[in-house]
């Protein structure tokens, strides 16, 4: 652009120079021809000169002309000799002489080259300017584009720094999320291996308690029979006394399995010790109330043994459940993470389309005026046109017809020479105007039809511009569009699956942790009772060892 300006400067300049000198021959010409018009016979030496330049040099020395027109007129005539002679070889441009003979032709003839000359300039600095004007558009257009698409990238780059931002954003805080999960993760899964082998070692503890217990039951009753005889015959004890403990030891263990129900708040303890206590008032046999509490007592086994199975059960559902949850969750912050900026983008997308469509009918809505007023304009410059240059014609042949009946020998009206002067200076001056008016016109004509064709080239370049935009932001919007009716399909899917792990979970947390009594306190509260009814066992145990040894005796008489 800056070079184009700098050429077209030059240009400007070098027209600017050749115009002003081509004025200024004109206007030597026309003050030449009107004073030799006017002159008449006082030049008539002029007349019978033998060229030119002669003529010249007698004007200036009658001070008709300065020597500065005169040297101007010399150059020109000089100028058109030299082209002539190029053409036909002639030796000297200062023998150039009239074949009319008439000095005032001659100058009327250089005057018609001159001006030739004069619009010849003007007709190549107006297309010179027309060419620049349609450059510099061009180049003006392409910088324009060029920085539409500079500030498109750059709009583009700080979208993606802060999408890019946001995303960093939500990595740290799903990073932190993660770091605290894996915590809390790590702190389950410790507390889920303690209690697992708090669970293992009570098991263990409670396996090797009852086979203590069995193997102690069996060594006392297998090993104690001749100690039970010698510790606790008639001779020590007497029936009345050993009827009465036996009652004692039966009730005492009533008592304490009831006592045992309300400290650990047990409904079967407590159906218990009454079947016991109906038991014991109806007389039932002592064997009958020892297998109540044995009974009772594999009972809760089984169950604490249920409790154990059932709790790993939940504690496993629980974590996978859980796991399943967090999972499908995360996919779907995800999906909907990505569905808000697919449905952002697609909205935006369309709003740009409509806008450009809108553009692009206001385009056509200016180019088709622009057509209509170019036609009308250009009808009007074709008829003013012809006026002109019938009217440029009329002058010319009425110039010509007074200066030959003026210039005829044998004249009848020989004393009208100065008035015919004034008519064809009046004719030239009007030639002049009707030649000035027909360049403005046809100037004026140009400059309109070059600014039409800028416009419509612009035109037509936006039009191509926003007709490819919508081309390619229509087609990513229906992508957009289609990507998120996939997402929407995805994300509904999976938020079945989520709302199908939410129910199973909701039923795992009813069946393993909505209880009021917690496995710790249950599997407590069960210890408490079992080992309860061990004790009470174990009285009724000793009382059955003693009646053992107390049958095979006779009372004192």
């Known amino acids: 652009m800056k070079a184009t300006t700098s050429v077209r400067s030059d240009e400007t300049k070098t027209f600017a120079a050749e115009e002003k000198e081509l004025n200024e021959v004109v206007d030597s010409l026309d003050r030449a021809i009107a004073v030799l018009s006017r002159a008449g016979s006082s030049l008539m030496q002029v007349r019978s000169a033998k060229n030119v330049v002669e003529a010249f040099r007698m004007m200036v ?153 069995g193997e102690a039951k069996k060594a006392v009753s297998e090993m104690t029979g001749g100690a039970e005889k010698l510790s606790y015959g008639l001779n020590q004890v007497s029936l009345l006394q050993l009827s009465s403990s036996a009652d004692l030891a039966q009730f005492e263990a009533v008592r304490f399995v009831r006592d045992l129900a309300k400290k650990t708040n047990s409904l079967a303890l407590e ?36 409790d154990a199975s059932h709790k790993a059960y939940c504690d496993e559902e629980l974590s996978e459940s859980e796991e399943k949850k967090a999972e499908k969750s995360a996919v779907i912050e995800k999906i909907s993470t990505k569905l808000d900026q697919m449905t952002a983008r697609s909205a935006q997308l369309k709003e740009e389309v409509a806008a450009l469509e809108k553009a692009l009918v206001g385009i056509a809505k200016s180019q088709a005026s622009a057509d209509k007023l170019r036609q009308e304009e250009h009808a009007v410059f074709s008829a003013n046109k012809a006026e002109m240059e019938q009217g440029i014609q009329g002058v010319q042949m009425a110039i010509k017809i007074i200066r030959e009946y003026y210039a005829a020998e044998g004249k009848a009206h020989t004393a009208a020479d100065g008035a015919s002067s004034g008519i064809v200076g009046m004719l030239e001056v009007c030639f002049s105007d009707f030649t000035k008016g027909l360049a403005e016109l046809m100037a004026a004509e140009d400059s309109a039809a ?63 942790v909505a209880k009021a009594e917690s496995y710790a306190d249950r599997k407590a509260r069960r210890g408490a009772e079992l080992s309860g009814l061990k004790q009470a066992l174990e009285i009724l145990d000793g009382q059955a060892l003693l009646q053992r040894g107390l049958r095979g005796v006779r009372p004192h008489a």
Do not use: W
């Not at 010790?273 to 009972?299: N, Y």
């Not at 997402?487 to 979970?505: F, G, H, I, M, P």
């Open 61 to 213: 020395d009658a001070s008709v002309l300065s020597s500065a027109d005169a040297s101007r007129l010399t150059a020109l005539v000089q100028s058109q000799s030299s082209d002539e002679d190029a053409d036909a070889g002639a030796p000297d441009a200062a023998a150039y002489v009239s074949h009319s003979g008439n000095i005032i032709d001659i100058l009327e003839e250089l005057k018609e080259k001159a001006m030739g000359q004069l619009a010849d300039a003007r007709q190549k600095e107006s297309t010179a300017r027309h060419n620049f004007e349609m450059l510099r558009q061009s180049l003006t257009d392409e910088i324009r584009y060029s920085n539409k698409d500079m500030a498109q990238t750059k709009k583009a780059i700080a979208a993606a720094g802060e999408e890019k931002a946001a995303a960093e954003g939500d990595l740290a805080v799903t990073s932190k999320d993660l770091s605290a999960d894996q915590s809390e993760l790590a702190t389950t899964e410790a507390d889920c291996a303690r209690q697992a082998a708090d669970f293992e070692s009570a098991t263990k503890s409670r396996g090797e308690e009852l086979k203590a217990l």
């Open 271 to 306: 159906q218990l010790a009454s079947r016991m206590s109906s038991a014991l008032k109806m007389g039932g046999p002592f064997d009958k109330v020892k297998g109540l509490i044995a009974d009772m007592i594999a009972r809760l086994e089984d169950q604490s043994s249920a």
């Open 450 to 512: 070059t600014s039409y064709a800028r416009s419509t080239q612009q035109n037509k370049l936006e039009t191509a511009a926003k007709s490819q935009d919508v081309k390619y932001k229509s087609a990513e919007s229906a992508k957009l569009d289609k990507a998120v009716a996939e997402a929407t399909s995805d994300r509904s899917s999976t938020q079945d699956e989520l709302d199908a792990v939410n129910a199973y979970l909701a039923k795992l947390k009813e069946q393993c």
